[in-house]
Each structure stands twice: as C-alpha cells, then as structure tokens.
C-alpha cells in the first residue's frame, strides 16, 4: 500500500446505482411474468364420415347429456348434466366417474356429448375435460339438426 | 445509469480506455429491450381477441404453429379472426385455405388442428354452428383454447 493513500481508496469500485438499476429491472420483469398467460388447448376430433366399408361400433354409446338450470340464482349460468338416465345435476366432478361406469371400464365406448344450444360453452368444455379425466378415447358432439338459416 | 468513480481508484475499464464499456450499463439496456419486445409481442398478437377462457384439467400445453387459423367467439357470438369479424361465406372460404395448407399431398387428413378460442359464456349454439362449418370443410380436428389452470386470476 502505498504511504498516504487510505484503505479504502484501494477497493473495487461498487456502483449501487447500477445494482439497483438491475434489481428494479429483475423485480418489473417478475412481476409482468404472470400477466403473460400461458394457453392451454383440448383437442377433439369431429365426426367423419367413414364411407359405407367402415364397420359400425356395435357397442352402445354413453350420452352425455347438458341442458340449462331452469330454476334458482343465475339459471342461465348453471347446468345439469345426465349420464344416459342417470341425472347427476350440477355436480359435474361425478362425470368421469359416472361415464367410466356407464362404460363398464372399456376406454373405447362411444361417448357423444349432448348440450342444449342454450348452455353455455363453460360447462360443454367441463364435460369434454371430464371425459379426457375418464380417458375415453371416442368423444363427440352429437351431430346437431341440419342448418336452414345462413347466419350474418 | 453510469457508475460513479471516485478520484483514485482503480478503473475496471481503464486497460482499454476509450473502447471500453460498462457491464452494468450493458446489462441494464439487455433487461429493458427483452422487457419492451416481451410486452410488445404480447399486446401487438392480433390473432387472439379479448375472450375470457374456461379452465380445463386434462388440457395440453399450446405451442404456436405460424400460419395456423385461430377463431375466436365473443360472448356475444361474434366470430373474430385477425380482429375481424366474420360471416359463414367468408369463414368458409377461409376454411378451405385453411385445409388446402393443413392436408399434405397423399394425407386424407388434416395435420394441425385448428384453433377455437370461445368466451366461457358464449352459448354452445354459437359454438355448435362453427363446428359444423368446419365439418362441412372437412377440418375433423379443432382444438379448444383453454387457460392455464395454475395461471392467477386476473383482477378486474
């Protein structure tokens, strides 16, 4: 050390200006991370028409049906579901459960979704996500009556 | 955003004076661009219309494939694409692009699936109708946009 300079003189420079410049900076980009929503996707195969040479699955098909709440609170926003005959109401949690029994355990049964053209589409996607939770492999849409009127 | 130096001490930058330059400061611009591009590409996607999705368990992760047909349903029932609104002649048309670029020579099939982004509230008639346009396209494979099911609520 050379004589008269004090100890401190000889210690690396530490900006604290430029460490919180970064901090903040770090700190903003954390926060806005959230905001980004990250997008998930269902993906679902529509009915095809096999040709006359395709064999017709002979088993029978599990029908879920999903129709508007008509009574109570916001009736519009809830709906009742159905398993073949077995009405489960709006506890839709008891879907996948209901299905794979109504399938006997067999993945490969047909199931076709039915809701009413007035549901909304929140409890359509709940339906289809219970049957993926059911790992049933040939879900659709039950094919709805033919179109008349062109929509604008 | 400098670094202040006092008088006498050593200068990390003083062996290449004139051509040197400050670390920090580097870093500092590197945050700021990666920041404003993130928010910029977020805000400047036009392909997704402001619809609030339903949550889904079993939903997979959504990778972007450029040039896939994303349709978004308002609330209201309105189908948007790109931020216009589309009527079933035009959503047809754009359809059967849609499968010309999507069905491989050889290949019966679509190898994408198209995208379906819908409003939680929109009623399934609005959403029943696109479907069997795509059907009558012979695009059998859609797939439903939902949110992330860990992602935070967002305050309204």
């Given amino acids: ?87 489960l109401g709006e506890n839709y949690e008891r879907l996948a459960q209901e299905v794979r029994n109504a399938a006997k355990g067999d993945s490969e049964v047909p199931v076709a979704l039915a809701p009413h053209p007035a549901v909304h589409f929140v409890h359509v996607l709940r339906a289809l996500d219970q049957c993926h939770i059911a790992r049933m492999t040939k879900v659709s849409f039950e094919a709805p009556p033919p179109r008349t009127a062109v929509k604008k | 955003m400098g670094a202040k130096r006092k008088k006498g001490k050593a200068d990390p930058s003083a062996a290449c004076e004139g051509g040197g330059f400050e670390m920090t400061s580097m870093i500092d611009v590197t945050f700021l661009l990666i920041i404003f591009f993130m928010c910029v590409t977020e805000l400047a996607d036009q392909s997704k219309a402001k619809v609030e999705l339903p949550v889904a368990e079993k939903a997979e992760e959504d990778t972007h494939i450029p040039g896939r047909v994303i349709i978004n349903i308002t609330e209201k029932g309105e189908r948007m694409i790109m931020g216009q609104e589309y009527d079933d002649a035009g959503l047809s048309r754009l359809m059967q692009l849609e499968r010309e670029a999507s069905v491989k020579p050889g290949d019966q099939f679509p190898s994408r699936a198209i995208l379906i982004r819908v409003d939680k509230n929109t009623e399934y008639e609005d959403v029943e109708h696109v479907m069997q346009l795509c059907m009558e396209n012979k695009l059998w494979r859609i797939a439903f946009a939902t949110k992330d099911p860990n992602a935070p609520e967002k305050r309204r």
Avoid at chain 1, 18 to 42: C, H, T, Y
Avoid at chain 1, 59 to 74: D, H, L, S, W, Y
């Fill in chain 1, 1 to 87: 050390m050379a004589a008269g300079k004090s100890k401190f003189e000889d210690e690396p420079a530490s900006s604290f200006t430029s460490m919180i410049d970064i901090v903040f900076l770090l700190l903003i980009f954390f926060i806005l991370q959230p905001f980004k929503a990250k997008e998930m996707k269902l993906v679902n195969e529509l009915p095809k028409d096999q040709g006359p040479a395709s064999t017709p699955d002979t088993r029978e098909t599990v029908r879920i049906r999903i129709v508007p709440a008509t009574i109570g609170e916001k009736a519009k926003e809830r709906a009742n579901f159905m398993v073949n005959s077995t009405m």
